[in-house]
Protein backbone atom coordinates (compact mmCIF):
# COMPACT_ATOMS: atom_id res chain seq x y z
CA UNK A 1 0.00 0.00 0.00
CA UNK A 2 1.24 3.39 -0.31
CA UNK A 3 2.67 5.02 2.41
CA UNK A 4 1.76 8.35 4.12
CA UNK A 5 2.40 11.61 1.34
CA UNK A 6 3.96 14.38 2.24
CA UNK A 7 4.90 17.61 0.65
CA UNK A 8 7.01 19.91 0.64
CA UNK A 9 10.20 17.92 2.11
CA UNK A 10 11.71 20.63 3.83
CA UNK A 11 11.01 24.55 3.76
CA UNK A 12 12.89 27.65 4.66
CA UNK A 13 11.32 30.63 5.09
CA UNK A 14 12.01 33.84 7.60
CA UNK A 15 9.90 34.61 10.43
CA UNK A 16 6.44 36.51 10.25
CA UNK A 17 5.86 34.71 6.92
CA UNK A 18 3.23 31.98 6.64
CA UNK A 19 3.68 28.10 5.17
CA UNK A 20 1.61 25.56 4.43
CA UNK A 21 2.01 21.96 4.71
CA UNK A 22 0.60 19.19 2.83
CA UNK A 23 -0.58 15.40 3.88
CA UNK A 24 -2.51 12.86 2.02
CA UNK A 25 -2.94 9.86 4.48
CA UNK A 26 -2.92 6.10 3.44
CA UNK A 27 -6.15 5.29 1.57
CA UNK A 28 -9.15 4.00 4.30
CA UNK A 29 -7.33 5.53 7.55
CA UNK A 30 -10.03 7.29 9.06
CA UNK A 31 -7.45 9.27 11.82
CA UNK A 32 -4.96 11.86 10.35
CA UNK A 33 -2.53 13.17 13.18
CA UNK A 34 -0.04 16.46 12.90
CA UNK A 35 2.96 16.08 15.42
CA UNK A 36 5.83 18.55 15.85
CA UNK A 37 9.28 17.11 16.17
CA UNK A 38 11.98 19.71 17.65
CA UNK A 39 15.39 18.38 17.51
CA UNK A 40 15.93 15.64 20.15
CA UNK A 41 12.69 15.78 21.26
CA UNK A 42 10.08 13.31 20.73
CA UNK A 43 7.18 13.79 18.24
CA UNK A 44 4.55 16.23 20.34
CA UNK A 45 0.82 16.22 18.79
CA UNK A 46 -0.70 19.57 17.43
CA UNK A 47 -4.18 17.98 16.22
CA UNK A 48 -6.08 15.19 15.82
CA UNK A 49 -8.87 14.51 13.01
CA UNK A 50 -11.46 11.72 12.94
CA UNK A 51 -12.78 11.98 9.36
CA UNK A 52 -12.71 15.86 8.80
CA UNK A 53 -14.04 15.87 12.89
CA UNK A 54 -10.84 17.68 15.05
CA UNK A 55 -10.73 14.95 17.99
CA UNK A 56 -8.17 16.86 19.78
CA UNK A 57 -6.07 20.50 18.81
CA UNK A 58 -5.63 20.80 22.75
CA UNK A 59 -1.85 21.95 22.28
CA UNK A 60 -2.45 23.36 18.64
CA UNK A 61 -1.50 27.29 18.69
CA UNK A 62 -4.59 28.52 17.69
CA UNK A 63 -3.24 32.20 17.23
CA UNK A 64 -0.81 30.98 14.90
CA UNK A 65 -1.64 27.39 13.76
CA UNK A 66 -4.73 26.34 11.33
CA UNK A 67 -5.03 23.19 10.28
CA UNK A 68 -8.27 21.12 7.84
CA UNK A 69 -8.73 18.02 6.67
CA UNK A 70 -10.87 18.50 3.29
CA UNK A 71 -13.17 16.23 2.85
CA UNK A 72 -11.97 13.72 5.22
CA UNK A 73 -9.07 12.76 3.23
CA UNK A 74 -6.21 15.44 2.51
CA UNK A 75 -4.76 17.65 5.15
CA UNK A 76 -3.36 20.75 5.31
CA UNK A 77 -1.86 22.66 8.07
CA UNK A 78 -0.37 26.15 8.18
CA UNK A 79 1.31 28.66 10.40
CA UNK A 80 0.93 32.07 9.81
CA UNK A 81 2.67 34.27 11.15
CA UNK A 82 5.84 31.84 11.57
CA UNK A 83 8.06 32.51 14.54
CA UNK A 84 11.82 30.84 15.56
CA UNK A 85 10.45 28.45 17.58
CA UNK A 86 8.49 27.04 15.15
CA UNK A 87 11.87 25.47 13.08
CA UNK A 88 10.56 21.44 13.62
CA UNK A 89 9.96 18.67 11.30
CA UNK A 90 6.03 18.32 11.23
CA UNK A 91 4.97 14.68 10.68
CA UNK A 92 1.89 13.78 9.36
CA UNK A 93 0.29 10.24 10.34
CA UNK A 94 -2.26 8.36 9.87
CA UNK A 95 -3.88 5.17 11.64
CA UNK A 96 -7.34 2.76 11.19
CA UNK A 97 -9.20 2.72 13.57
CA UNK A 98 -8.48 5.42 15.89
CA UNK A 99 -7.14 3.20 19.13
CA UNK A 100 -5.17 0.56 19.62
CA UNK A 101 -3.93 0.46 16.34
CA UNK A 102 -0.15 1.50 14.57
CA UNK A 103 0.63 5.03 13.56
CA UNK A 104 1.80 5.28 10.15
CA UNK A 105 4.28 8.70 9.50
CA UNK A 106 5.00 10.40 6.80
CA UNK A 107 8.40 11.48 5.78
CA UNK A 108 8.18 14.89 7.04
CA UNK A 109 8.08 18.31 6.63
CA UNK A 110 11.46 19.85 7.60
CA UNK A 111 10.93 23.81 8.51
CA UNK A 112 13.77 26.15 9.04
CA UNK A 113 12.56 29.98 10.42
CA UNK A 114 15.11 32.33 9.76
CA UNK B 1 1.58 13.44 30.42
CA UNK B 2 4.23 12.82 28.87
CA UNK B 3 5.81 9.05 29.41
CA UNK B 4 9.23 8.98 30.81
CA UNK B 5 12.21 7.54 29.05
CA UNK B 6 15.10 5.72 30.41
CA UNK B 7 18.07 5.49 29.58
CA UNK B 8 18.59 8.75 27.55
CA UNK B 9 21.09 7.18 25.51
CA UNK B 10 23.02 3.94 25.09
CA UNK B 11 25.97 2.23 23.36
CA UNK B 12 26.08 -1.24 22.31
CA UNK B 13 28.43 -3.80 21.02
CA UNK B 14 26.71 -5.88 18.01
CA UNK B 15 25.56 -8.83 19.80
CA UNK B 16 24.55 -7.52 23.24
CA UNK B 17 21.42 -7.01 24.61
CA UNK B 18 19.55 -3.43 26.07
CA UNK B 19 16.38 -3.10 27.79
CA UNK B 20 14.46 0.32 27.27
CA UNK B 21 12.05 1.49 29.99
CA UNK B 22 8.75 3.92 29.33
CA UNK B 23 7.06 4.83 32.34
CA UNK B 24 3.73 6.77 32.57
CA UNK B 25 2.14 8.52 35.96
CA UNK B 26 -1.06 7.98 34.37
CA UNK B 27 -3.32 4.88 33.91
CA UNK B 28 -2.85 3.50 30.43
CA UNK B 29 -4.37 1.60 27.79
CA UNK B 30 -1.85 1.07 25.60
CA UNK B 31 1.52 1.61 24.43
CA UNK B 32 2.90 1.36 21.33
CA UNK B 33 7.20 1.58 20.57
CA UNK B 34 8.82 3.16 17.36
CA UNK B 35 12.02 3.43 15.89
CA UNK B 36 12.83 6.51 13.99
CA UNK B 37 16.41 6.67 12.05
CA UNK B 38 18.12 9.53 11.37
CA UNK B 39 16.48 12.05 9.58
CA UNK B 40 13.53 9.49 8.61
CA UNK B 41 9.82 8.58 10.18
CA UNK B 42 9.28 7.25 13.12
CA UNK B 43 8.32 3.53 12.33
CA UNK B 44 6.37 1.42 14.44
CA UNK B 45 7.22 -1.52 16.06
CA UNK B 46 4.58 -2.90 18.27
CA UNK B 47 1.69 -2.04 20.25
CA UNK B 48 1.17 -3.96 23.48
CA UNK B 49 -2.71 -3.72 24.92
CA UNK B 50 -3.11 -5.59 27.42
CA UNK B 51 -1.81 -5.85 31.13
CA UNK B 52 1.41 -8.50 31.65
CA UNK B 53 1.22 -8.78 27.72
CA UNK B 54 4.76 -9.60 25.61
CA UNK B 55 5.04 -9.41 22.39
CA UNK B 56 7.88 -9.76 20.05
CA UNK B 57 9.05 -9.10 16.63
CA UNK B 58 12.27 -10.68 15.33
CA UNK B 59 14.38 -10.36 18.49
CA UNK B 60 12.57 -7.56 19.60
CA UNK B 61 10.49 -7.78 21.91
CA UNK B 62 8.15 -6.11 24.75
CA UNK B 63 6.29 -5.90 27.78
CA UNK B 64 3.45 -4.19 29.52
CA UNK B 65 2.47 -3.67 33.31
CA UNK B 66 -0.38 -2.14 33.49
CA UNK B 67 -0.74 -1.88 37.85
CA UNK B 68 2.54 -0.38 37.21
CA UNK B 69 2.38 1.64 34.40
CA UNK B 70 5.29 0.59 32.60
CA UNK B 71 6.73 -1.09 29.51
CA UNK B 72 9.93 -2.83 28.53
CA UNK B 73 11.41 -2.92 25.20
CA UNK B 74 13.78 -5.71 24.98
CA UNK B 75 16.97 -6.17 21.91
CA UNK B 76 18.58 -9.30 22.10
CA UNK B 77 21.60 -9.69 20.26
CA UNK B 78 21.87 -6.21 18.73
CA UNK B 79 23.00 -5.72 15.18
CA UNK B 80 24.15 -2.64 13.10
CA UNK B 81 19.99 -1.99 12.03
CA UNK B 82 18.93 -1.43 15.46
CA UNK B 83 20.69 1.92 16.09
CA UNK B 84 18.37 4.69 16.28
CA UNK B 85 16.16 6.46 18.58
CA UNK B 86 13.07 4.69 20.47
CA UNK B 87 10.09 6.51 21.38
CA UNK B 88 7.22 4.75 23.61
CA UNK B 89 4.01 6.07 23.04
CA UNK B 90 1.20 5.96 25.68
CA UNK B 91 -2.36 5.87 25.51
CA UNK B 92 -5.19 6.44 28.09
CA UNK B 93 -8.44 5.05 28.87
CA UNK B 94 -10.82 7.28 27.38
CA UNK B 95 -12.12 7.09 23.45
CA UNK B 96 -9.83 8.42 21.30
CA UNK B 97 -7.15 9.35 23.68
CA UNK B 98 -4.10 10.70 21.65
CA UNK B 99 -1.03 9.26 21.12
CA UNK B 100 1.76 11.09 23.86
CA UNK B 101 5.62 10.56 22.85
CA UNK B 102 8.30 10.20 25.26
CA UNK B 103 12.03 11.89 24.51
CA UNK B 104 13.19 8.87 23.27
CA UNK B 105 16.31 6.42 24.03
CA UNK B 106 19.20 6.92 21.36
CA UNK B 107 20.81 3.74 20.66
CA UNK B 108 24.43 2.91 18.87
CA UNK B 109 25.31 0.39 17.99
CA UNK B 110 28.65 -0.30 16.91
CA UNK B 111 30.98 -3.37 15.30
Known sequence: EAGVAQSPRYKIIEKRQSVAFWCNPISGHATLYWY??????????????????????????????????????????????????????????????????????GNGTRLTVT | QQPVQSPQAVILREGEDAVINCSSSKALYSVHWYRQKHGEAPVFLMI???????????????????????????????????????????GGYSGNTPLVFGKGTRLSVIA
Open chain 2, 48 to 90: LLKGGEQKGHEKISASFNEKKQQSSLYLTASQLSYSGTYFCGT
Open chain 1, 36 to 105: QQILGQGPKLLIQFQNNGVVDDSQLPKDRFSAERLKGVDSTLKIQPAKLEDSAVYLCASSYPPRGSPLHF
